[in-house]
């Protein structure tokens, strides 16, 4: 019975041994690690939305030239809203054929078929983006999907707050330094944390014949740097 404590003994001679070692210092060296955060507000500068055109026909090609009719002049009618060519985007095509039933015999046969198109939209002047909306329902858009809202030098916009951030970490590691009676050297390590940039997003039903509504908002951009701070000797 006496056996494991003879071994849990051993251990803590061992373990208190190692603490004592100079080398295991060096490599483990006295620090106050703490992290700092500062947030940023600004408004979005860029704006991206969903259109599209659908027509149901009895015949594959009726439905696949009537859209494509339809979509031209949504097309149209964006180059006429100033939107540059760079700024739009094909993002879905498709053609379906759409099933009926048939009661007495319980069959599906195909009634005709739906030919679909969509295209994302950049807005580089967010004050237009409820106009845009209007001009593509006025074309013969008839689905008006997700609309988002970003800021595209988020980076830039966050230098000041990555400098207000350092600042609030080194005043979380002077509290904890006075706490505990010791005083801060010099930084041993910076980084700065993965959180993502902000992005708004909201879903919007097809507007009708009324002028769409749009608030862009503000994004709040926040960073977060992590921050090792030596503690000094001899003091």
Do not use: H
Not at 13 to 21: E, I, Q, S
């Amino acid at each position: 019975m006496k056996k494991p404590a003879v071994l849990v003994t051993s251990f803590a001679a061992v373990f208190a041994t190692l603490l004592a070692t100079p080398a295991l210092a060096d490599d483990f060296p006295a620090a106050i690690s703490v992290s700092g955060e500062a947030n940023v507000s600004v408004a979005p500068d860029l704006a991206q939305i969903d259109a599209g055109v659908a027509n149901d026909a009895k015949t594959a090609k009726e439905a696949s030239d009537a859209n494509n009719a339809a979509m031209g002049k949504v097309l149209l009618a964006l180059k006429g809203a100033g939107i540059a060519e760079k700024d739009y985007q094909t993002s879905r095509l498709s053609l379906q054929p759409q099933y009926g039933q048939n009661k007495s015999t319980g069959a599906s046969p195909v009634v005709g078929f739906r030919a679909s198109n969509r295209v994302t939209v950049k807005i580089r002047d967010v004050t237009k983006v409820a106009g845009i909306i209007d001009t593509l329902v006025g074309a013969g858009a008839n689905d008006i999907g997700n609309i988002s809202f970003e800021v595209t030098q988020a980076s830039k916009l966050l230098d000041d707050a990555r400098e207000q951030a350092v600042a609030d970490a080194r005043r979380k590691a002077e509290i904890y330094a006075k706490a505990t009676g010791v005083t801060l050297g010099a930084p041993l390590s910076v980084s700065e944390g993965g959180a993502p940039v902000p992005l708004f997003k909201a879903r919007m039903a097809t507007p009708q014949m009324a002028p769409a509504a749009v608030a862009p908002g503000e994004e709040t951009l926040s960073v977060t740097v992590n921050v090792s701070w030596a503690i000094k000797q001899g003091q």
